[in-house]
């Protein structure tokens, strides 16, 4: 599997039609995979009746972050994936509004540890949605799957 650099997948999630469309922009990847930042602004195509952000977009904007972190700082040896989404919402998003994912080295290490005695986990990652004026619009709660790669002998047996 060809891996793309944080700079390339950076630009490829900005013209992605999903993420494009709805408004999103992945304005920050970091070159260690550690940290991502999101911006939703607010456009006429992608506010609801009430001229507010529309919550699907809200929630889009948080889809494909931490499975992406995550696939990069795990490695090659084990499977990651979305496994669930939720979110509640707080108050109307009237401004443009961001959102952060961080993994860090100590979650990894631990992840990875925890993998050596379960065939699986699936942590949960929290994370606001914020606009411009530092409120809290939204919280969304992603569960991800991680497990170890089965090896080609395994897979035999």
């Not at 009430?50 to 490695?75: A, C, E, Q, R």
């Not at 109307?92 to 379960?118: I, N």
């Not at 969304?140 to 002998?153: A, G, L, N, P, R």
Request: without cysteine; aromatic residues 12%; positive net charge.
């Amino acid at each position: 599997m060809k891996t793309l650099k944080p700079k390339t997948l950076k630009r490829v999630l900005n013209l992605w039609p999903p993420l494009w469309g709805a408004g999103i922009r992945v304005i920050e990847l970091a070159e260690d995979w550690s940290f991502a930042k999101a911006r939703l602004r607010k456009y006429w195509f992608n506010r609801n009746y009430v001229n507010t952000h529309y919550g699907g977009s809200l929630f889009s904007m948080t889809d494909p972050f931490y499975m992406l972190l995550l696939l990069h700082k795990m490695g090659r040896d084990y499977v990651v994936w979305d496994k669930k989404a939720e979110i509640k919402f707080i108050k109307p998003g009237r401004k443009d509004v961001f959102a952060e994912f961080k993994v860090t080295e100590h979650q990894v290490s631990d992840f990875k540890e925890q993998l050596k005695t379960q065939d699986k986990i699936e942590p949960v990652f929290e994370v606001d949605i914020m606009d411009t004026d530092g409120l809290l619009i939204a919280k969304v709660w992603k569960t991800i799957h991680i497990s170890k790669k089965e090896s080609k002998k395994q897979k035999a047996a």
